[in-house]
């Protein structure tokens, strides 16, 4: 928190970089946008939660009291993102025929194996949409008693053209509702019970047919899903706090409906500091399942993809995408991410290299500079690609001082450790590919034991063809699986 070199953050609300100054230090308050939980997550939400990871890592090791909040979406997110259609958990639930939640239970721990094998640190508070209905009704309420809503037929819809004509709707995404209306009358959701084209549902009328639901107000129905966000971030970090994250893609609607709702509600802004990490393409192009190009992280793991020529680690990926500035595209392709493996062997060998080197009584190299440059690049947003050119400076350094063409006082010696070991473990969040250690083993158990339930699952339904891919995939890497008549067990072999 040095007054000499501030943190500077970009604000998306601002487009600019500001000082970042919290509203009440030391303590921090940062809300990230977590997984709707009906299908597993994919790489771009993995970057994502990456950037949030980061940010939770810098601003605890510039001292600050953080509370990281994430939540888990696990209902009130419809198909079309908008006001109509079924319910993304209840149609996943409806296709794989079992229980809504149990498809909120599985994929949520799902998603739970998959941060740990990346390395993700756990958010301080994880709340779910279904855990917070009261405070949500609760909200609409205030909504409809300042006047910026208006219920029609059981459902409640935030009136965004009364709420225009006072406060800025667009000043997020850059948005005018001018340009909104060049949507045509035909493409508007929610048909005739809405007063304007761009008004959205706070909270929508439920089937008979749906089988999350409550009672309310206005009837039995559902919240929103832009609502969960408004009402889980500040009942949690206070109705004004420091830092909302997530992608790009949630900026509009997602995020420009949370300010326009907790303003409607309270009268505040909610958010002093708004943050958006960007897209990833693959060769040049969007990302996108329908152009069979997206990825899965288990298919990065395993290789087990058209688009890959061979398996990458969850540290190589991690490696990857801080290689780039989470406000930049990221594009994947296999040349990159062989040079990103190449890239943390290189770091990782040098750190190892720092254990052995002898001390001299002086030193020739100037490791303060190099400490310096790391934290400025830091300070500034987050530049996490620049910092770690920084640290490759240092690796010739280290690997000089090595050689014996230059040397290093103990002092420096040891500084220089605790720099890199800061940096590339506790910062960067990188491990040693090779780190046995119990807290780093149980993601992999955990992922492995879910790996081997859908393996059996597979055998369960005779489908034999996808329970010996697995097998054949994952001896490829190295990892045995051994069945016996009461379980299957993994074993891994260097």
């Known amino acids: ?28 308050g940062l809300y990230t946008c977590g997984p709707t939980v009906y299908s597993e997550v994919h790489l771009g939400n993995i970057r994502t939660f990456l950037t949030f990871d980061i940010v939770y890592r810098y601003l605890t090791h510039l001292n600050y009291k953080v509370r990281y909040v994430r939540n888990i979406t696990d209902v009130g997110h419809l198909l079309d993102d908008g006001d109509i259609g079924e319910d993304k958990i209840e149609q996943r639930a409806r296709l794989e025929k079992i229980e809504p939640m149990e498809i ?21 508070i994880e ?14 309420e205030r909504i409809l008693k300042n006047g910026y809503a208006y219920e029609v037929n059981g459902s409640v819809y935030f009136d965004v053209k ?11 995404s850059g948005r005018k509702i ?23 549902a706070i909270w929508k009328k439920a089937s008979k047919e749906t089988i999350m639901k409550w009672n309310s107000p206005w009837g039995i129905g559902v919240p929103g899903w832009h609502l969960e966000c408004s009402v889980m971030s500040t009942k949690y970090l206070g109705k004004e706090f420091d830092i909302h994250g997530g992608g790009m893609d949630l900026k509009f609607p997602h995020h420009e409906c949370e300010i326009a709702q907790s303003v409607g509600a309270d009268g505040t802004n909610p958010v002093k500091y708004w943050m958006h990490g960007n897209m990833l393409t693959v060769n ?30 969850p540290m190589t990926v991690r490696f ?27 770091l990782l060998e040098a750190i190892h290299t720092l254990e052995k080197i002898v001390p001299s009584n002086t030193s020739s190299v100037d490791v303060d500079t190099l400490i310096n440059k790391c934290e400025a690049s830091m300070k500034d947003d987050f530049n996490t690609p620049i910092t770690i050119a920084h640290l490759f400076d240092g690796v010739k350094m280290i690997n000089t001082i090595n050689d014996g063409k230059e040397t290093i006082s103990n002092r420096d010696l040891e500084k220089l450790k605790q720099h890199y070991h800061t940096f590339t473990f506790d910062i960067l969040g990188l491990k040693n590919e090779g780190d046995t250690s119990t807290s780093n083993n149980q993601p992999i158990n955990e992922l492995m034991g879910l790996i081997i339930d859908i393996r059996n699952q597979s055998k369960e339904k005779k489908d034999w063809a996808t ?8 001896k490829k890497l190295n990892i045995t699986i051994q069945d016996s008549k009461e379980s299957s067990t993994w074993k891994y072999e260097k």
């Not at 779910?128 to 209905?133: E, F, Q, S, V």
């Not at 009364?162 to 997020?172: H, S, T, V």
């Open 1 to 28: 928190m040095s007054k000499d070199h501030p943190l500077h953050i970009y604000n998306s609300l601002t487009r600019t970089k500001e000082v970042f100054s919290p509203i009440n230090p030391p303590f921090v």
């Open 104 to 124: 909120v239970q599985k994929y949520t721990n799902g998603f739970h194996a998959t941060t740990q094998l990346f390395n993700l640190i756990e958010p301080n």
């Open 127 to 140: 709340p779910t949409a279904t855990g917070h209905i009261v405070e949500q009704i609760e909200m609409i």
């Open 162 to 172: 009364k709420y225009a004509k006072e406060y800025n709707y667009g000043e997020l």
């Open 178 to 200: 001018d340009e909104l209306l060049e949507q045509t009358r035909e493409n508007l959701e929610g048909g005739n019970e809405k007063r304007f084209f761009a008004d959205f």
């Open 284 to 313: 040049g192009t969007k990302m996108s399942k329908s152009l069979g190009n997206s990825f899965l992280p288990m298919e990065l793991i395993t290789g087990n993809h058209p688009l890959l020529e061979q398996a990458y680690s």
């Open 320 to 346: 990857f995408f801080l290689q780039a500035n989470y406000r930049s595209t990221v594009d994947f392709s296999n040349e990159a991410l062989k040079a990103a493996e190449k890239g943390l062997k290189r």
């Open 467 to 474: 329970a010996d891919l697995i097998r054949d995939e994952l």
